[in-house]
Structure formats: C-alpha cells, structure tokens
C-alpha cells in the first residue's frame, strides 16, 4: 500500500511568514536589550581559576567584591574544591584603582583584587586574550565560515545542479541566520564553542537537505506523470521518517549534554538544540519552496 502523500509545499508561504516573523523579532528584541554578546574570546579580556579556601565563598560574594569588572562566574570541577572560573572582557576592566593612580596591569589588578577579597585564594589559572588576537579570531571565524558555504555550494552544484545547490545554501543561511537570532534572545555569548555549534550546525543541516533533494532526483527522473510539486511532496514524504529519526536521537544526545554538561557545555548545547530543530524545519519548508520556485521561473521560462 502506497504511503499517502503530504503536501508540504502547500504551506510553504506560511512557513516562510513564520520564519521571517522568527528572525526578525528575536533581532528587534536583541538590538532593543543592548545588542549581540560578544565573549572575550572575540573582544579581548582575562580570565582566571581560583581555588577557595574558605567555604562560606560563593557565586555572589565573588560577584559583590569584584562588581567593578562586571565579571562573569562558572563554578568549575566538583563543587567540594570551590573553584570558579571568573572571566571579564577587556573593556570592562577600569583604568585606575582607587586612589586614582594607573595600574601598570589592569589583569594584575583583578587577581589583586581577588587576593585582597579572599584569604587563603589561589590562582590555579589563567588566560589573556588581547584585543588584536580577539578581532583576528572574529574576523577568522566569519572567513572560515563564508568559505564553507562557498564549498558547499560548489560540491552541491557539481553533486546535483544548481539549483539544488542554492536551495541547500538559502536554507542554511537561513538556519544561521535562526540561530544567531536565538542567541541573542536568549543572552547567549558568542565565543568559541558557540562559533563551533554553528559550523555543526552547517553540517547537520546540508546533510538533512541533500537526503530530501536526492530523493527529489530521483523520483522524477522516473518521468512519472506528476507535477513537479507533486513530486517534491512525495519525495519529502517518502524521506519523513528518515527525518524524524535523525533528528530525535541526535536531540537526545545533545540534551543529555544539555542536562548533565554542566554551565561549560550549557550554551553550547542549547546552540545544537535549536539549530538542529531549525535544520529539519528548513529542509522541508525553506530548501524544497525555493527548488520549486527556481524549476518554476528559471527552468520552465
């Protein structure tokens, strides 16, 4: 028996609304809340772990005694050692102390500052991004990224045709797009392993576009008496439960790093999930309209 055909495509102006809607109000509400966050891998600042003798020290006592360098605070290891990792961007480090007078080393002010706060305190480590190696890593991720969606394209293109190839981009354009948004709305703070979940994200999502498309080749190159569109529904229909499976046991793996992870993996994880979700969504109903509208104004003209 037949599997009946769902007609995707059918909702395809609606979807799209949906995804304009998405993108452009999680953008409005960023920009109206001070903007994108950007971590001091990308801006340049200090980072240190210190131990804590004492264990009445907690999040909030290390937050008050260094209010002046708007740090950010992650408990790290087993939370019997009391270890935090305390990280400030560059520009939120002040000039002076004080009295007024320049500090030679404004990271030399902060570990001070937490000596001075916290007897018996040791710095286990510590890291110093500057400025100049902030920008080249900003500058580097988004290279890095421009010229994988050019490779892509280009295997996509000599893979299938063209238009295949644009479609798979469009959607993947519009999962960053999704993603980046999301990470604003949720104050999420792009550094590294941010920037990583992105390029997975290229991956997964490429990868869950070309199995749809390549059933779409395939279906009508068996030159069936059916509109183009008929065969694009069917196609995604046929690969539905491929889709589904796909995509729940690989939530599954990235929620259990999203739950037992800890704050370290916590954005990383939360990145995966969306984009992930937001992957699936455009392979049916981002990619395949744009195929649709590209056999319908191009090749039928």
């Known amino acids: 028996m037949e599997r009946k055909t769902i007609n995707f495509l059918e909702y395809r102006h609606i979807a799209i609304g949906f995804s304009w809607i998405m993108i452009v109000g999680f953008t409005a509400i960023t920009l109206f809340r001070g903007g994108f966050i950007m971590g001091i891998d990308f801006v340049g600042g200090y980072k240190v772990i210190a131990k804590f003798e004492d264990k009445t020290v907690n999040e909030a006592k290390i937050r008050h005694a260094l209010t002046a360098f708007d740090i950010e605070i992650q408990q790290v290891g087993e939370p019997v050692k009391n270890e935090y990792m305390i990280s400030t961007k560059l ?26 706060n916290f007897k018996g305190s040791t710095i ?46 469009i959607a993947l354009l519009h999962d960053i797009a999704a ?52 065969t694009m529904d069917k196609a995604i229909t046929q690969t539905l439960s491929r889709t589904i499976l796909t995509v729940m046991l690989t939530l599954f793996a990235v929620i259990a790093l999203f739950i037992l992870g800890g704050p370290v993996l916590h954005d990383f994880s939360l990145v995966l999930l969306f984009g992930f979700v937001v992957g699936a969504y455009s392979s049916i109903f981002i990619a395949s309209p744009f195929v649709y509208w590209w056999e319908q104004l191009v090749v039928k003209k």
């Open 179 to 230: 993603t980046i948004a999301f990470c604003g709305l949720m104050k999420v703070e792009f550094n590294i392993p941010v920037i990583a979940a992105l390029l997975t994200i290229f991956g997964y999502s490429v990868n869950d576009t070309i199995v749809i498309f390549d059933r779409i080749r395939e279906t009508n190159e068996l030159k069936l008496k059916e509109t183009f569109i008929h």
């Open 91 to 116: 520009e939120n480090i002040p000039a002076n102390n004080s009295s007024g007078t320049p500090v030679l080393s404004k990271y030399e002010m902060l570990k001070n500052t937490i000596s001075e």
């Open 124 to 169: 286990i480590s510590e890291e110093n991004v500057g400025p100049s190696i902030g920008d080249f890593l900003r500058k580097s991720a988004w290279k890095l990224s421009f010229m994988s969606i050019v490779m892509m394209t280009i295997y996509l293109a000599f893979r299938f045709e063209l238009k295949y190839a644009v479609g798979a981009m």
